[in-house]
């Protein structure tokens, strides 16, 4: 199929942005509506992102699971989120999924989320953390920065600090402990924990 003939997905989700956000993550877009286990962000039973933060605020990995389920507990989500003042949106507002799947590599990002906007709504964010290097691309991008090595910050012309955390991609090579290591540094680095 030619690229022009692919369809254009718009993102599925409004941003989740409580009062007080400090914290703004950002993924690159969410997968296709059949691998959700939940209508939120980060909706794949198989990416780690809330095993992660479950593991950080809670403990344990499957913390953030109805309990005796494989379900994500999303009232319990939004709670955590809504306490620790973490908002959430993905850098891409429209894409083309070049392959049919969710991999980054085959995401063309054909317009980006309207940061300016985004960043007006929540006026004490002093953090950006994306997950992942497509992600961490797109907000450079945006920003007028260069992308941070994984891990680590750079400050963009206005201040805010932007960080590139590993992706929460079961694909990407990093074990589940280690994701939350960095995580967790980057938590104490924006006053989350």
């Not at 990995?61 to 955590?80: E, H, Q, S």
């Not at 797109?138 to 920065?145: C, H, N, P």
């Amino acid at each position: 199929m030619i690229k022009a003939e692919l369809p254009i997905e718009t993102h599925p989700f409004p941003p989740f942005i409580p009062d007080g956000t400090r914290l703004l993550i950002m993924g690159t877009f969410p997968p296709q509506p059949k691998r959700w286990n939940m209508d939120f962000y980060y909706p794949n039973r198989t990416n780690d992102f809330w095993p992660v933060m479950g593991l950080i605020f809670y403990g344990s990995r499957d913390a953030l699971l109805v309990p005796g389920t494989k379900d994500f507990n999303l009232p319990l989500i939004r709670t955590l989120l809504t306490e620790k003042g973490i908002a959430l949106n993905d850098t891409g507002h429209k894409i083309r999924r070049l392959a049919g799947n969710a991999s980054d590599k085959f995401l063309e990002i054909v317009e980006p989320v309207n940061l300016a906007s985004l960043l007006q709504r929540m006026p004490l964010c002093t953090d950006i953390a994306t997950t992942g290097e497509k992600a961490a691309a797109v907000l450079a991008e945006l920003t007028g920065t260069i992308p941070p090595r994984m891990g680590e910050m750079v400050t963009s012309p206005h201040g805010m600090r932007l960080w590139r955390m590993p992706s929460t991609s079961r694909a990407y090579p990093l074990a589940l402990e280690k994701k939350a290591e960095y995580y967790k540094r980057l938590f104490k680095a924006a006053n989350i924990i």
